[in-house]
């Protein structure tokens, strides 16, 4: 059990304000507390706590993977073994998306693609194409919004469930996994995920490819950055992805890696009617 974690730090930071608050009341009147200097100023400490109560709370919702704000998150395979397994956000894409689907095909690797639900429409073939060649569909919220973070837990838990009841309506398959947008988990996305019943599952290697403008340093940082039982964190909304990914590949196959499916890495069902 961590014992850094959303729960414990809440705990503490109620804990030192109605220690502190009662310290003023009681004791630094006799002037016998030993914090009593800090009395004279209470604004002082106030702000002080609550402003590092907050950014240890803000700060750690970007680090998924350390599950400081939900517990149940999956980063990585449990293996020493050079397996991979690739990962897709923010599709489907009608242009990146068929090219990916092409190159993976050749290879015969199985990959995971956790799609934007509003951008489904158009692209059911796409979404059946996907599924229907073996590959795994995951949640990546229906908006992905740029207010996505402020939502309410309720609000949040609407729009991953109309993500999963659309990609069924689709294709017959009721998502598990789900990836929150901007890969950040703040209590909002941990109450939403508890309330959905799904299974988060983020990364353990990012590429940024979304942001990279050279295709040999995205090559090179992916060569340098795997490790045996990584989730890799790609995007085929990204030219550069497409056209660089049977490089990658190629490669990281010279290195003795082999790709393996996403619930396979994790052992877990990616839906709940399979």
């Given amino acids: 059990m961590k014992i850094l974690n959303f729960r414990n730090t809440s705990t503490l930071f109620l804990l030192l304000m109605s220690t502190f608050t009662a310290c003023r009341i009681f004791l630094c009147p006799c002037h016998t507390c030993f914090i009593s200097g800090l009395c004279n100023h209470p604004w002082l400490f106030y702000t002080l706590l609550i402003t590092f109560y907050l950014g240890i709370s803000v700060g750690m919702a970007f680090f998924p993977a350390s599950g400081f704000h939900y517990r149940e998150v999956y980063s990585r395979g449990k293996t020493d073994k050079k397996l991979l397994s690739l990962t897709f956000d923010d599709g489907p894409d009608p242009v990146n998306t068929p090219g990916i689907l092409d190159v993976l095909g050749r290879f015969k690797v199985k990959a995971a693609f956790f799609i934007i639900g509003r951008k489904t429409a158009g692209n059911e073939g796409i979404l059946r194409r996907i599924a229907g060649e073996g590959h795994l569909i995951g949640n990546h919220s229906w908006s992905h919004s740029y207010l996505w973070d402020l939502y309410s837990s309720s609000a949040m838990a609407d729009d991953i469930e109309r993500n ?108 709940e009617n399979c």
């Fill in 164 to 271: 999963i009841k659309e990609t069924e309506r689709i294709t017959g398959k009721r998502m598990r996994f789900f990836r929150p947008p901007y890969g950040v988990i703040n209590p909002m996305v941990a109450k939403a995920a508890g309330k959905t019943g799904v299974d988060v599952v983020v990364w353990s290697f990012r590429s940024f490819d979304t942001t990279a403008r050279d295709p040999k340093a995205l090559l090179d940082k992916t060569l340098r950055g795997a490790r045996p039982g990584d989730i890799m964190l790609f995007h085929d909304s990204s030219a550069l992805t497409a056209g660089i990914l049977e490089k990658i590949i190629v490669s990281l196959q010279e290195r003795g890696f082999n790709f393996i499916p996403l619930d396979e890495m994790l052992t877990m069902k990616a839906y």
